[in-house]
């Protein structure tokens, strides 16, 4: 069959996403690196527990809770869930335990905020963050 307006695949600027759709789009880039090691990932619609989606492996035991977040980012809420938290900085892929790294960090992020609100992101990592989840980088 012949067809006479073939799509034309142009690709988008993330830049000019809406916030729901720069979180779409990261899933599926998340999801499709992960997949690459034998990961699964489901989106959730009700941030279950306090995750986004789950990656599950075909081993069928090294399943992940994940927050999807637009940086590195800490939350009393998620603390005692095992949840890992992922981002994307310069096109990397982070996905580290909060719970563990947070250990590791909480007196660097004892600032007003972390202690009346119980959260904390960077925008753009520190150096010396950088060094505590450089473990975590997940290559492509």
Not at 102 to 127: C, H, N, P, R
Request: charged share 25%; hydrophobic share 35%.
């Amino acid at each position: 069959m012949f067809i006479e307006n073939p799509i034309q695949f142009k690709k988008i600027d993330y830049l000019k996403l809406n916030p729901k759709a720069k979180e779409n789009y990261n899933f599926h880039q998340m999801a499709a690196i992960l997949s690459n090691y034998g990961y699964n990932c489901i989106w959730l619609n009700d941030d279950w527990n306090g995750a986004d989606c789950i990656a599950m492996h075909i081993d069928g035991v090294s399943d992940i809770k994940i927050q999807l977040k637009g940086n590195i980012s800490f939350d009393k809420k998620y603390c005692g869930k095992n949840l890992y938290i992922a981002f994307f900085e310069d096109k990397q892929l982070f996905i580290y335990p909060h719970d563990i790294v947070l250990s590791q960090v909480e007196d660097l992020i004892s600032d007003k905020k972390w202690l009346e609100q119980g959260s904390y992101f960077q925008t753009k990592i520190t150096k010396r963050f950088k060094e505590i989840i450089e473990p975590y980088k997940i290559q492509k």
